[in-house]
């Protein structure tokens, strides 16, 4: 029983906080633009972020995030995860 308790205790040391999580995926893609002489027409494209985000009834949104925002959305998701692996982890010893 100790071992449970202790393995549970440390699924949930060093968690971010609980404010600080955001729900989805960070998507990157290339865009064309359409213009003729716009660099993207013959190339690679314009990269855009989006977060990709499933809404209760099944429905994907995906919203725009600015270039200076990607870091701290993607830190976001990434404690999200963190937050969702430690709940599975703790429901599975519980």
Do not use: F
């Amino acid at each position: 029983m100790k071992r449970l308790v202790d393995r549970r205790r440390r699924a949930v040391t060093g968690l971010p906080p609980l404010a600080d999580v955001l729900r989805g995926s960070v998507v990157a893609r290339a865009l064309r633009c359409g213009k003729a002489r716009c660099r993207c027409a013959g190339g690679e494209g314009h990269r855009a972020t989006y977060l990709s985000v499933t809404l209760a009834g099944g429905r994907t949104e995906q919203i725009s995030v600015p270039r200076e925002l990607v870091p701290l959305v993607e830190r976001q998701v990434a404690n999200y995860r963190a937050w969702w692996n430690a709940i599975e982890t703790v429901s599975a010893i519980n």
